[in-house]
């Protein structure tokens, strides 16, 4: 039997890859445990300066193993905490890595997939995508991070019409909301997601790790807090091997090659 995920890394990309399609890249205990055990591999490699995360297979994630939530011998309580916890696990160590993350959402997600979706920097689409919230139709709610990630991306009004309603919102409208950053043609989205993260493990690592402490601290900062930081870490940045390339770089007129 194959494993529900691969990790793979190309110089200083590493890629996860739900590798499922069959039943659809569900998110069932396997795939969160193999998830956890990916992203702990990447958090100790040092090489790594980005992160791609895609899936095999026409759906990206269908959500959580509703065929696995009733066993006839352990409660429904017992078999959910024990999905969420390796799966949160997983959500919360995601969120603590310094090194930008893309996103390529190959086709249709829902449920607890919309976490593993939205929880990159930036998040790419297929045309052929759609965003299906579903918890509320078997009489559940929102984990995985979906309605921290969905609240911060779209707001508060648009996440409540996405997990009651349960209507499935096309790629183009989850573009408007500002659900995904870009939506690409199905043919594309691989090889321009792999482009962009590739980019990404180019460049300057300290700096982008500082802008990433910038954007999630910015909501909970006054002004005067925010700006206490720009100035630390600019001055930080300005000290850097990576920043003295920079600057150089740009006056050489030349790309810069950041450590």
């Not at 976490?115 to 919230?133: F, N, Q, W």
């Not at 206490?228 to 030349?254: C, P, T, Y």
């Amino acid at each position: 039997m194959s494993s529900p995920l691969m990790l793979e890394q190309e110089a200083a990309l590493a890629i996860i890859t739900f590798n499922n399609p069959a039943r659809a890249n569900v998110l069932d205990l396997a795939m969160a445990q193999a998830l956890l055990a990916a992203v702990k591999q990447i958090a100790a490699e040092p090489t790594v300066r980005a992160l791609l995360i895609t899936a095999n297979g026409k759906q990206f994630c269908a959500g959580g193993d509703v065929n696995s939530m009733q066993d006839g011998v352990r409660s429904l309580p017992v078999i959910l905490n024990e999905l969420i916890k390796p799966v949160h696990a997983a959500i919360s160590a995601l969120s603590e890595l310094a090194i930008p993350i893309v996103s390529a959402i190959n086709g249709p997600v829902g449920g607890g997939g919309i976490g593993l979706a939205l929880c990159a920097d930036i998040v790419l689409a297929a045309e052929s995508m759609k965003l299906r919230g579903g918890y509320s139709a078997i009489g559940l709610t929102p984990d995985v991070g979906s309605s921290w990630f969905i609240s911060n991306r779209a707001g508060s009004a648009r996440a409540k019409q996405i997990f009651l309603t349960n209507r499935a919102i096309p790629a183009a409208e989850c573009l408007q909301w500002g659900l995904v950053d870009a939506v690409h043609p199905d043919a594309e989205l691989a090889q321009i997601a792999r482009e962009l993260a590739h980019k990404l493990a180019r460049g300057p690592s300290l700096a982008q790790a500082r802008i990433k402490t910038l954007m999630r601290e910015a909501p909970h900062n006054t002004l005067a807090q925010q700006l206490q930081i720009e100035e630390n870490f600019m001055l930080a940045s300005g000290e850097s091997v990576d920043g003295h390339e920079g600057i150089a770089a740009f006056i050489e007129k030349r790309t810069a090659k950041f450590l």
